[in-house]
């Protein structure tokens, strides 16, 4: 059984740019929905953005709209989530996880309809 991997996280200044990755080993994401999500300390998790495996739409969170980028690279096999000007609360562990059946769109508050997720990457904004 494959699993995912998130890497790229650190600490950053507000206002700056981090890119986070999601790979996989023992299989192709290409072929599945993947979904970004974060959770802060003491909070709940939040959607933050997903990109389609069916029809390659993507879906933000109101929270990162016009700020945060996701993307794939097929030949890597790996998704991005580009994040620019971040925020004090951007502050969370970001997860990538997979959700395989092929519908049209995704979704960032089913957390169930999402099979297999990655161990977290730390997402530290500060000053």
């Given at each position: 059984?494959?699993?995912?991997?998130?890497?790229?996280?650190?600490l950053v200044q507000p206002g700056g740019s981090l890119r986070l990755s999601?790979?996989?080993?023992?299989?192709?994401?290409n072929y599945y929905t993947i979904g970004w999500f974060r959770q802060a300390p003491g909070k709940e998790r939040e959607g933050v953005s997903c990109i389609s495996n069916?029809?390659?739409s993507t879906n933000?969170?109101?929270s990162v709209k016009g700020r945060f980028t996701i993307?794939?690279?097929?030949?890597?096999?790996?998704?991005?989530l580009q994040m620019d000007s971040l925020k004090p609360e951007d502050t969370a562990v970001y997860?990538?996880?997979?959700?395989?059946?092929q519908?049209?769109?995704c979704t960032l508050t089913r957390y169930y309809e999402y099979d297999s997720w990655g161990q977290g990457t730390?997402?530290?904004v500060s000053s």
């Open positions: 059984q494959g699993r995912l991997v998130e890497s790229g996280g650190g999601c790979a996989a080993s023992a299989f192709a994401l069916s029809d390659g933000y969170g109101d993307s794939r690279d097929i030949a890597k096999n790996t998704v991005y997860y990538c996880a997979t959700d395989d059946r519908t049209p769109g730390q997402v530290t």
